[in-house]
């Protein structure tokens, strides 16, 4: 079972270049996630979804866009890299129960120079 | 929108030392409370959770927190910390019914000395 997987583990982009970074989870969850990871400020939502072909801004959404065509899978985008979008990227994903935790991915690691 | 305040941001101890790490939530309503740590190289990881009854839970490697609704707090704490803690924890909250996103502290970065 290999719960939540993402795709880079590692990418360094240069300003103004575009990616995409796949979540996959193989768990049925109806809902997924994407944080950003940065120093001294936690975890903080990007975008979510609650269900195939539906998708919902988080905190921080600027300079980000994401898709979820199929339910194992989350995409997000970035369409023009800024040095401001250095972080580590998660992706989580839980069931529909409000109390059930989040399983996470390992993590992206992005530099954008 | 609900917050979550992590007062301690840096925390040093010994070994066999007690360990409380503070949380405050801004929310009047009914949540759901977690801790998650992330040790050294390594995704978040869930160390326990609230959301109904027994006001204090109890969660793996010995932790525990404490619900106080009076105080919107739910502290975790463990009697005797190893080396093996030094880890980054964050106090989350997800509100019942509503949105069904996780908010997450600032997170505590604990280090345990020999």
């Known amino acids: 079972n290999a719960g939540v997987t993402q795709t880079p583990k590692f990418r360094v982009l240069k300003t103004g270049q575009s990616m995409t970074l796949l979540c996959a989870q193989d768990?049925?969850?109806?809902?997924m996630y994407w944080y950003r990871q940065d120093p001294g400020m936690g975890l903080r939502l990007i975008h979510y979804?609650?269900?195939?072909?539906?998708?919902a801004k988080g905190e921080v959404p600027d300079g980000y866009n994401v898709s979820r065509l199929k339910k194992q899978n989350f995409l997000l985008g970035l369409e023009s890299a800024a040095p401001s979008q250095t972080s580590v990227y998660f992706c989580?994903?839980?069931?529909?129960?409000?109390?059930?935790?989040?399983?996470f991915g390992s993590g992206t690691q992005l530099s954008v120079l | 929108a609900q917050s979550v305040s992590q007062h301690n941001h840096h925390v040093i101890l010994s070994e066999a030392a007690s360990l409380e790490l503070g949380c405050n939530y801004s929310y009047g309503g009914t949540v759901n409370l977690f801790w998650y740590v992330q040790y050294p190289g390594q995704h978040l990881q869930l160390l326990l959770k609230?959301?109904?009854?027994?006001?204090l839970v109890k969660g793996i490697k010995g932790f525990e927190a404490e619900f106080i609704k009076s105080k919107f707090s739910f502290n975790l704490r463990k009697p005797s910390v190893q080396w093996s803690d030094t880890a980054e924890y964050f106090c989350a909250v997800s509100l019942t019914g509503g949105g069904n996103k996780l908010t997450f502290g600032t997170g505590t970065q604990l280090k345990v000395e020999l």
């Open positions: 979804s609650v269900g195939e072909g539906t998708t």
């Open positions: 768990m049925n969850h109806e809902y």
């Open positions: 989580a994903s839980r069931p529909v129960a409000t109390n059930e935790k989040l399983f």
């Open positions: 609230y959301f109904s009854g027994d006001p």
